[in-house]
């Protein structure tokens, strides 16, 4: 990867011997590692048990998660908050692996639609509760830096599974926590 950045320096015009570049490729390279380490990540492995038994009731909602991400159109950043809800089936999850979930998915080149499909998804797989809900909203820099140029643009995904899906009372519940964070 390290002699390709090269290459790309040397395209846009840049000298890659030049003292400020001279590291530029290798720290690209370990930056990129980092920022798609997801692709390396099982979700077994990630939750490592961290399931438990528990009768409960109501919506389980972890809230205002930042995510990091890479657009796979451009290689550019996005970035924003994913609210992450279930309703428990008898089985609820360690609440740190929810934001590890959506690590897990952002640490990957994405499109914001995906990532929250498979977020849901894979919470679904594992629990196997009553309902998931996902909303992420995001800002993407090859929105903001190039193309449309417009800065204040936000995306809003949504992914409704179970309860979250069929019963609006249910759903405008998790949408409502979601707004204003009070029961």
Excluded: W
């Excluded at 890659?16 to 690209?28: A, F, H, K, Y």
């Excluded at 897990?104 to 498979?118: D, K, P, S």
């Amino acid at each position: 990867m390290e002699e390709e950045i090269k290459k790309i320096l040397l395209q846009i015009g840049e000298d890659p011997n030049r003292e400020g570049l001279i590291n530029t490729p290798t720290r690209v390279k370990k930056s990129y590692e980092f920022l798609t380490g997801g692709y390396n990540v099982n979700i077994n492995n990630l939750i490592n048990n961290a399931i438990f038994e528990e009768k409960t009731e109501g919506i389980v909602l972890v809230r205002d998660i930042e995510l990091y991400s890479l657009c796979e159109h451009h290689l550019l950043p996005f970035y924003g908050r994913a609210h992450v809800g279930y309703i428990p089936n008898n089985k609820i999850i360690g609440i740190s692996k929810i934001p590890r979930i959506v690590d897990m998915f952002a640490r990957r080149l994405q499109v914001q639609e995906r990532m929250t499909t498979q977020i849901a998804h894979a919470l679904h797989e594992v629990l196997n509760p009553i309902g998931v809900g996902v909303v992420i909203k995001a800002k993407h820099l090859c929105m903001m830096m190039r193309g449309v140029e417009k800065q204040n643009s936000e995306l809003f995904t949504s992914c409704m599974i179970g309860e979250f899906k069929t019963n609006s009372v249910t759903r405008n519940e998790f949408l409502d926590l979601i707004r204003t964070g009070a029961t």
